[in-house]
């Protein structure tokens, strides 16, 4: 299939045409003709699938063909909410890349800068709003945001808008809007509380899903370290420095924990940079800037900041700690290996991980090369894993017991995974 079968405007079709798009990727294939048909959708995808130009192209063709051409002032027909700034920020991109070559006006507006500059977008009228939930609701209760003309309606993010606190803001924003919209829900995970709002919201939804969470990229070669808790800091260094990695991006389970490392590489002589929800917007969107061109060589990030960095062709992805959620570490590692690019994703696990590492393993039947050679293991694990590794006896005398017990294991782990809901 190609852009062209999708029936998209030229307009569309030009912009999408001058990014070098011919081909929609399996979520557009699937979700841009629900979209154009007006039915609500809920859309399974992670970051990196080309999940937002699946609900931005068919916005901008049905507002440009609709709305697009008058002349009075302009109404806010879209709404796009999302979780983070970053996010909204390039979202916002994207549709002045694909509306490129339509007179459809879009603003983007969250928390943490002055509101003046966006109030003052808001009263020249807008087609398109992206919003941070906070930010949304306090410039509609001051009176600038005007809902009431609203066509489409779009939750994007939405487990990680779940995972922030921002559910019960995103539920005032719904009723803020007309009964008779189109709602488009996206989510890399589907919870129950996602679930039971899309219930709530949406009439009669399609569903689309691509790349199961539990599928990591084949192109990914995956590593684990089995380092102890207090030499993770060390073992950073000592690959950085090594095998000399470059363009890495190093996940931390918590704010200080980043700064941590930050702080740790830096007296090693290594340019470091941490992103978190306690840096400033403006600090960010610098780090951030100074990460794409190379002037900073290691990025620090927690999951939630990572939500926000969409960064092609990154080579490196570390897991210094481990997350307690398995379906986390596919997101995090899915930031390498894409687009058919390959990519490595190194992972530390300290004793009192384990258990995510095991549950990390029924979850995405990882083949990770488990690392024997370097200075930092655990005590004793090392001898264990060396135990592991070596030719095993047979030990099916017996009437083969052994052999029955492990199939029956295999067998319970088989259904158990079964029923588990992803």
């Known amino acids: 299939m190609q852009f062209e079968d999708l029936s998209l405007s030229k307009s569309i079709l030009t912009a999408v045409a001058e990014q070098g798009y011919t081909n929609p990727t399996p979520i557009q294939q699937q979700a841009i003709p629900v979209i154009m048909e007006g039915r609500d959708l809920v859309g399974t995808a992670q970051t990196g699938t080309g999940k937002t130009a699946a609900f931005a192209i068919p916005i901008i063709h049905h507002l440009h063909r609709n709305v697009g051409s008058s002349k009075r002032h302009k109404q806010i027909h879209a709404l796009v909410i999302t979780p983070t700034r ?24 969250f928390g943490g800068v002055s509101q003046i500059p966006q109030v003052d977008q808001l009263k020249k009228g807008v087609d398109v709003l992206i919003a941070t939930p906070g930010r949304l609701l306090d410039l509609h209760k001051q009176g600038f945001i005007d809902l009431d003309h609203l066509h489409v309606l779009v939750l994007d993010e939405s487990d990680q808008m779940l995972d922030m606190g921002f559910i019960h ?16 829900l996206f989510s890399a995970t589907m919870p129950m509380a996602i679930r039971e709002l899309a219930e709530m919201f949406l009439n009669d939804p399609a569903h689309v899903q691509v790349t199961p969470v539990s599928s990591t990229a084949e192109t990914v070669k995956q590593r684990i370290y089995f380092v102890e808790k207090a030499d993770k800091r060390k073992l950073l260094y000592h690959l950085i420095r090594n095998e000399n990695l470059h363009d890495v991006l190093v996940f931390s389970r918590t704010k200080h924990g980043a700064d941590n490392v930050v702080r740790a590489l830096r007296k090693q002589g290594v340019a470091a940079e941490a992103i978190h929800g306690d840096k400033s917007q403006g600090a960010r969107q610098r ?21 926000g960095i969409d960064i092609d062709k990154l080579p490196y992805v570390i897991n210094f700690d481990l997350p307690n959620i398995p379906e986390t570490y596919v997101h995090r590692i899915g930031r390498t290996g894409r687009a058919g690019e390959g990519g490595v994703a190194i992972s530390f696990c300290a004793k009192d991980e384990e258990v995510y590492w095991k549950d990390i393993k029924k979850l995405t039947r990882v083949d990770a090369k488990e690392i024997l050679d370097h200075p930092y293991p655990w005590t004793g694990k090392t001898e264990e894993l060396q135990a592991a590794q070596q030719p095993k006896a047979n030990t099916n005398k017996g009437g083969g017991h052994g052999h029955n017990k492990n199939k029956s294991r295999k067998s319970d782990a088989s259904k158990k995974n079964k029923k588990r809901w992803y």
């Not at 996010?87 to 339509?102: N, P, R, V």
């Not at 803001?169 to 488009?184: A, G, H, M, S, Y």
């Not at 780090?287 to 939500?307: C, M, N, P, Q, S």
């Open 169 to 184: 803001d995103v539920k005032k924003i719904v009723k803020l809007t007309p009964t008779n919209r189109q709602t488009l």
């Open 287 to 307: 780090v951030l800037e100074a990460f794409k061109k190379k002037e900073v060589g290691v990025l620090v990030a927690t999951d939630i900041a990572a939500r």
């Open 86 to 109: 970053e996010l909204a920020i390039q979202i916002g991109e994207s549709f002045d890349t694909y509306g490129k070559y339509t007179n459809l006006r879009q603003l983007t507006i």
